[in-house]
């Protein structure tokens, strides 16, 4: 249990008064911190409490206090940074009395996380990721202690991170995992290299220490998996390199397509000119993600639903991969006319083409039957980021055979002077 831990917690907390920057001898009750609305502050008392809306529980010692309500959370980070805001990074905070250290703890209920993917993951390869992911903020990132995922046990590491002003500091964390979402228990610190050791020991046994006692209630643990439950978009790797499946992650597992139909495009495809206005310039996005094996489109006008065969994020459609670089979806849409007995339908054949990872042209077939009978094959060019307003406006444009001389014609001249 956390008696061995007490015990130590009060033996590092004898040598380590210089790590903190603001002391408080016997929890000075005057200073403004202490009337945030701490509980265990005053009747200290060894317990278990509840993690607010993440069907957990953790134990809590004497010497920590908590916040666990919405407002003095905000109360609490407003005195700590200044920011005043109705986000909040965390759903707690425990710190012990003295202020030696603060452990924030976040519960995210984005589902089942998976984890088979993680054994062909690298400690490097999530390094490497974390760096893109901060960008110049940091020069170099270290690891203290290297993420071990053992199934039903808390995932703890640690950071060593040099930042960009010449600054030094120390990132301590526990993932631990539910059936329906995870926790995230966060620890920072500075200091400086003669003290390392003594600093890296005291809150690693720290974070471990709390992190043990933390856990889910009956049908709520990742050992309560059920295989109708809802699947997380990120894998565990997503969640240590800070990417959630984006381009920086060490194991991407959500790809974006943003696709712009033209005038040409919808020309081409025997689409008729009374709905070029209504279609071109208009960008297509689709989210693809590998772990729920789904496709949604995330256009913000509607009017594209009608070629991507999707409308919004609910109607997402199951794919399937060809030669590893096609993602093929299809999808059924029936409309009624204007009698209720009138009905169309659209069938939809539709696919992705991906270049070293990218996206690269969308291609849909359609069929229509019903009222009418029509089929459209379709094909526009697609990337992995957003069109800008002037491309937009361009994708517009009829381009008469004019125009396409005049662009040839420069097509030779460039390549004769090259």
């Known amino acids: 249990m956390k008696f061995k831990f007490f015990i130590l917690i009060f033996f590092l907390l004898s040598i380590t008064k210089s790590f903190s920057e603001k002391t408080t001898s016997q929890s000075n009750l005057v200073d403004p911190y202490?009337?945030?609305?701490?509980?265990?502050?005053?009747?200290?008392?060894?317990?278990?409490?509840?993690?607010?809306?993440?069907?957990a529980t953790l134990e809590i010692i004497k010497s920590e206090m908590y916040l666990d309500e919405t407002e003095k959370l905000k109360n609490y980070r407003k005195y700590m940074t200044g920011q005043d805001n109705d986000e909040l990074p965390y759903n707690m905070i425990i710190s012990d009395?003295?202020?030696?250290?603060?452990?924030?703890?976040?519960?995210?209920?984005?589902?089942?996380?998976?984890?088979?993917?993680?054994?062909?993951?690298?400690s490097d390869d999530l390094l490497k990721a974390m760096k893109k992911v901060a960008g110049?903020?940091?020069?170099?990132?270290e690891w203290i202690s290297k993420p071990n995922f053992e199934e039903n046990k808390p995932v703890n590491y640690a950071l060593k991170i040099f930042w960009s002003d010449n600054?030094?500091?120390?990132?301590?964390?526990?993932?631990?995992?539910?059936?329906?979402?995870?926790?995230?228990?966060?620890?920072?610190?500075?200091?400086?290299?003669?003290?390392?050791?003594?600093?890296?020991?005291?809150?690693?046994?720290?974070?471990?220490?709390?992190?043990?006692?933390?856990?889910?209630?009956?049908?709520?643990s990742y050992l309560d998996y059920q295989s109708d439950d809802y699947i997380s978009t990120y894998t565990l790797s997503n969640l240590i390199d800070s990417s959630y499946g984006n381009e920086n992650a060490a194991d991407q597992t959500v790809m974006y397509a943003f696709c712009l139909p033209t005038t040409e495009d919808l020309k081409a495809a025997g689409i008729a000119s009374s709905d070029y206005e209504r279609f071109?310039?208009?960008?297509?996005?689709?989210?693809?993600?590998?772990?729920?094996?789904?496709?949604?489109?995330?256009?913000?006008?509607?009017?594209v639903s009608v070629l991507t065969g999707m409308y919004g994020i609910a109607d997402k459609q199951p794919y399937t991969k060809t030669n590893n670089n096609i993602i093929n979806y299809t999808n059924?849409?029936?409309?009624?006319?204007?009698?209720?007995?009138?009905?169309?339908?659209?069938?939809?054949?539709?696919?992705?083409?991906?270049?070293?990872?990218?996206?690269?042209?969308?291609?849909?077939?359609?069929?229509?039957?019903?009222?009418?009978?029509?089929?459209?094959?379709?094909?526009?060019?697609?990337?992995?980021?957003?069109?800008?307003e002037a491309e937009k406006l361009a994708a517009k444009k009829v381009i008469s055979k004019i125009d396409k001389m005049n662009e040839l014609l420069k097509k030779i001249e460039r390549t004769k002077k090259n």
């Open 280 to 303: 071109a310039g208009k960008e297509i996005i689709f989210i693809i993600s590998e772990t729920r094996n789904e496709i949604a489109d995330l256009s913000d006008d509607e009017a």
């Open 136 to 141: 110049d903020k940091i020069s170099e990132i």
């Open 332 to 388: 059924e849409i029936e409309l009624e006319g204007d009698n209720k007995n009138d009905k169309v339908k659209y069938n939809y054949k539709n696919k992705i083409t991906f270049k070293n990872k990218k996206a690269n042209n969308f291609s849909a077939l359609i069929d229509q039957t019903g009222l009418s009978f029509n089929k459209w094959k379709l094909s526009i060019n697609c990337r992995d980021y957003e069109y800008n």
């Open 34 to 55: 202490y009337n945030l609305g701490w509980k265990n502050l005053e009747n200290e008392e060894t317990k278990v409490i509840e993690i607010p809306d993440a069907n």
């Open 167 to 220: 600054d030094i500091s120390y990132e301590f964390k526990s993932l631990i995992l539910g059936r329906e979402g995870y926790l995230t228990l966060s620890l920072y610190a500075n200091g400086t290299d003669e003290e390392e050791n003594d600093l890296i020991n005291f809150y690693s046994e720290i974070i471990n220490g709390i992190s043990s006692t933390v856990l889910f209630k009956e049908n709520y």
């Open 97 to 122: 009395k003295d202020d030696y250290y603060t452990i924030e703890i976040d519960y995210n209920d984005a589902g089942y996380v998976t984890t088979n993917r993680f054994k062909n993951i690298t």
